[in-house]
Antibody
Framework: EVQMVESGGGLVEPGRSLRLSCTVSGFAFRNFDMTWFRQAPGKGLEWVGFIRSNPYGGTTEHAASVKGRFTISRDDSKSIAYLQMNSLKIEDTGMYYC???????????WGQGTTVTVSS | QSVLTQPPSASGTPGQRVTISCSGS????????VSWYQHLPGTAPKLLVY???QRPSGVPDRFSGSKSGTSASLAISGLQSEDEADYYC???????????FGTGTKVSVL
């Protein structure tokens, strides 16, 4: 079964760090770019960033709102994508999703999400 | 911040046709393909349309997408109660170097 499962969310104080994981099964993780999205309470979907597959350099792109604070990485041997979140702000609160990117630029498989709450 | 504009809501009775518009610019819809997603908050978003008008396997043909210039639209024909959800258009933006979503449209079945 094709599956993507996010984990690592929780309650954290402003300025602290958190690392989210996206564990993949059912398809060849190493062949796909992996992307993170989020949704703040009462708001719409927001792109956080992505990491290219290693054959394409494994490079990353991040949204301006998180650049310099968040870092996406991947471990192809474990089929896991990570989102390292540093210097967290209250406005980073929300549900975080990972998704598989198709060559067409669309995202066809998503996880159920993990909740991050930044509060003192 | 969303750079693609959608109406905040749309509604119809069962069996009716509902159309959702998505307005962008030359740096996003005008130069890249559009995707559409169905989302119930707290659940995994679902890809409905990719490459402007292509449906993934398993998506009913009641859902259809189109694009013209810097605008796109999603049509839902034969509206059903299970279609109640939030719908988002999305595309890559060459100027922002980011994937951008629409403001979202909440579809209600009356």
């Amino acid at each position: 079964e094709v599956q993507m499962v996010e984990s690592g969310g929780g309650l954290v104080e402003p300025g602290r760090s958190l690392r989210l994981s996206c564990t993949v099964s059912g398809f060849a993780f190493r062949n796909f770019d992996m992307t993170w999205f989020r949704q703040a309470p009462g708001k719409g979907l927001e792109w956080v960033g992505f990491i290219r597959s290693n054959p394409y350099g494994g490079t990353t792109e991040h949204a301006a709102s998180v650049k310099g604070r968040f870092t996406i990485s991947r471990d192809d041997s474990k089929s896991i994508a990570y989102l390292q979140m540093n210097s967290l702000k209250i406005e980073d609160t929300g549900m975080y999703y990972c998704a598989r990117e198709l060559a067409t630029g669309a995202f066809d498989i998503w996880g159920q999400g993990t909740t991050v709450t930044v509060s003192s | 911040q969303s750079v693609l504009t959608q109406p905040p809501s749309a509604s119809g009775t069962p069996g009716q046709r509902v159309t959702i518009s998505c307005s962008g610019s030359s740096s996003n819809i005008g130069s890249n393909t559009v995707s559409w997603y169905q989302h119930l908050p707290g659940t995994a978003p679902k890809l409905l349309v990719y490459s402007n008008n292509q449906r993934p396997s398993g998506v009913p043909d009641r859902f259809s997408g189109s694009k013209s210039g810097t605008s796109a639209s999603l049509a839902i024909s034969g509206l059903q109660s299970e279609d109640e959800a939030d719908y988002y258009c999305a595309a890559w933006d060459d100027s922002l170097n980011a994937y951008v979503f629409g403001t979202g449209t909440k579809v209600s079945v009356l």
